[in-house]
């Protein structure tokens, strides 16, 4: 069975014309297909880089990364990978239904590429009915990340990289939003991999739990939940197990500060 990633004393950082910036070196990394994986961590421990590199928004410095059964530049090309970002990165101009088929006209397919009813269906499986023709400013920050997140999933990734997506929200729309992220990737299948820094999302949401800590960044504990959550990895956030698995990650944290 191929991976969703693979990854091998993975060095990450930034290139630099007198020195490189190494952000994170050695990573180990097995991701399983169709997996949920939460990554919970510090600022500056190189969770964004970790994911711009598996997005092949950003060369590894170096080591070894399969995503995908093939190279990251790979499954980019063949637009296996969605991406949302902690802001909604829509563009103003353009209408709710315009920005979530961006990345199908951007690609140089064009509309007809689309299956009929794509983007309806996306609407409608976000909770956008009756919002296509807006505009971002006439949006909540809430109504804004769905709209993200649906055009993050236009293409069907097979990997979905969410990189702190619900930070920005109020505590109530973001536990709304991670049932609905729940929901999407238990009807699409899709891999998902989930940085946050808040330990309750975090564990809400994953199957597993990365806890990375910085200077330098690295993985300092891989909690599987597996035992504490039902078949389906959902759970209840009041249930004593979760609380005391979220006491175990607080407790992984403050180790390595
Ligand atoms: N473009 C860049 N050039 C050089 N260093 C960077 C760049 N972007 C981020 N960094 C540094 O890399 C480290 C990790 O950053 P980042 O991956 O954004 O952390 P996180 O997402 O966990 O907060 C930080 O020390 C940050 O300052
Ligand atoms: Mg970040």
């Not at 990978?81 to 920005?99: M, S």
């Not at 990365?210 to 956030?237: E, F, I, Q, T």
């Amino acid at each position: 069975m191929t991976h969703a990633v693979a990854a091998k004393g993975l060095d990450i950082g930034y290139r630099g014309a007198d020195s490189d910036v190494i952000v994170a070196a050695g990573l180990d990394l097995t991701i399983e297909t169709g997996a949920f994986l939460s990554i919970l961590g510090p600022s500056g421990c190189g969770k964004s880089t970790l994911l711009r590199v598996i997005a092949d928004l950003l060369d590894p410095i170096g080591g070894h990364l399969e995503v995908l059964g093939a190279t990251a530049s790979d499954a980019r090309k063949k637009r296996q990978i969605g991406f949302v970002f902690q802001d909604a990165t829509l563009l103003p101009w353009r209408t709710v239904r315009d920005n979530i088929e961006l990345p199908a006209v951007v690609g140089g397919s064009n509309r007809q590429a689309l299956a009929p009813g794509r983007t309806d269906e996306l609407l409608s499986m976000l909770g956008l009915d009756g919002l296509d023709d807006r505009y971002p400013h006439q949006l909540s920050g809430g109504q804004r990340q769905r709209v993200a997140i649906a055009r993050a999933l236009i293409d069907e990734p097979k990997l979905l990289l969410m990189d702190e997506p619900f930070g920005a929200l109020d505590e109530i729309t973001r536990d709304r939003l991670n049932n609905e992220l729940l929901a999407i990737w238990r009807r699409t299948g899709t891999t998902i991999l989930f940085v946050t820094h808040s330990i309750q999302e975090a564990v809400y949401l994953g199957q597993k739990v990365m806890v990375m800590a910085a200077n330098p960044g690295r993985v300092v504990d891989l909690h599987d939940l597996g035992d504490v959550k039902a078949a389906d990895n959902s759970c209840s956030r009041e249930d004593p197990e979760i609380i005391a698995a979220m006491v175990a990650m607080r407790q992984s944290l403050e180790a390595h500060p």
